[in-house]
């Protein structure tokens, strides 16, 4: 089992900067994917980014390449979101995934059926 909490979300004007925070417990950090997904109000829930349990890895939605960077830090056990010129289309809740049933080095996945474990979501509102 594996326990998320996220941090971070806030207030920003477009093309202001946020950086969002997950901390991970549970079963060993390191070996797993991680990713973050959102849901925007009337909206479907969309992939965000992911990174490999190494950290060698990482993956984008194409609305948020170039924009936001993903990391972790595995001696911390967290995983974080780095969001660059925000737009008010990203404004959302955003939440924090786990892929713990796959490998240190598997490619990060998109697919929110490969989460296992969720956090509680933090919201982040772009205004314009």
């Known amino acids: 089992q594996v326990q998320l909490v996220e941090s971070g979300g806030g207030l920003v004007q477009a093309g202001g900067s946020l950086r969002l925070s997950c901390a991970a417990s549970g079963r060993t950090f390191r070996r797993y994917p991680m990713g973050w997904f959102r849901r925007a109000p009337g909206k479907e829930r969309e992939f965000v980014a992911a990174?490999?349990?190494?950290?060698?890895?990482?993956n984008y939605a194409d609305s948020v390449k170039g924009r936001f960077t993903i990391s972790r830090d595995n001696a911390k056990n967290t995983v974080a979101l780095q969001m660059s010129s925000l737009k008010p289309e990203d404004t959302a809740v955003y939440y924090c995934a786990a892929a713990p049933y796959y490998s240190e080095t598997y490619y990060p996945p998109r697919s929110s059926a490969a989460f296992g474990s969720w956090g509680q979501g933090t919201q982040v509102t772009v205004s314009s």
């Open positions: 990174i490999s349990g190494s950290g060698g890895s990482t």
